[in-house]
């Protein structure tokens, strides 16, 4: 009978060779699943980190959306109530005027002086009343023609004016109006031709 071979002592066997390639791809396998799992984990933490700012940023939208317009409806009603109030002020001074003419009226026997000095005090807080809403009249005897501000109603040679230059006020017919800057009636005036 013949004896079993034997390897030799310094070579290794076979299967154990095999055995150990196995086990370096299975630890390998192992590490990259592991990782992969990790990697796998990372980026679901940061999926739920990008979901959890991404729901806090659409919250801060609709918030501000909503703030948006609550201010515009703050505003439409502010607008509101400046065109149905803007004269508020206006009609405040105008109140003791209307005081004074009921009052005037409501004396029996009042001599012509005595009227006259009632009408000139009321036209004096009708003036102080148009002061304080900024209606000014335009009295432009004097000045230059301005269509801006006048509107000539005739004109007379320069020579007959009484010496006021040409295309210049001669007289005013009617006092014109205006609130701040605005014409809110023209004065109507006879003009010096040239």
Do not use: C
């Amino acid at each position: 009978m013949s004896a079993p071979e034997q390897e030799p002592v310094g070579a290794p066997a076979e299967p154990a060779q095999g055995g150990q390639a196995a086990q370096g791809r299975t630890a390998a396998a192992d590490e990259t699943a592991a990782l992969g799992s990790a990697s796998v984990a990372d980026v679901e933490a940061e999926l739920q980190a990008a979901l959890a700012k991404a729901s806090e940023n659409y919250e801060l939208y609709l918030r501000a959306v909503a703030e948006a317009e609550n201010t515009r409806r703050r505003a439409q009603e502010d607008i509101a109530k400046a065109h149905k109030y803007g004269i508020e002020s206006f009609a405040e001074a105008l109140v003791p005027v209307v005081d004074s003419l009921e009052k005037a009226l409501q004396v029996q026997n009042a001599s012509q002086e005595t009227m006259r000095e009632g009408v000139e005090l009321t036209l004096r807080q009708l003036r102080a009343a148009f002061e304080k809403g900024r209606l000014a009249e335009i009295d432009p005897v004097g000045q230059k023609f301005d269509p801006h501000y006048h509107q000539a109603i005739s004109m007379v040679p320069a020579a007959a004016a009484g010496g006021v230059p040409a295309n210049h006020v001669v007289s005013v017919l009617q006092k014109g109006w205006r609130i701040a800057d605005r014409v809110l009636r023209p004065a109507l005036v006879t003009v010096a031709s040239a």
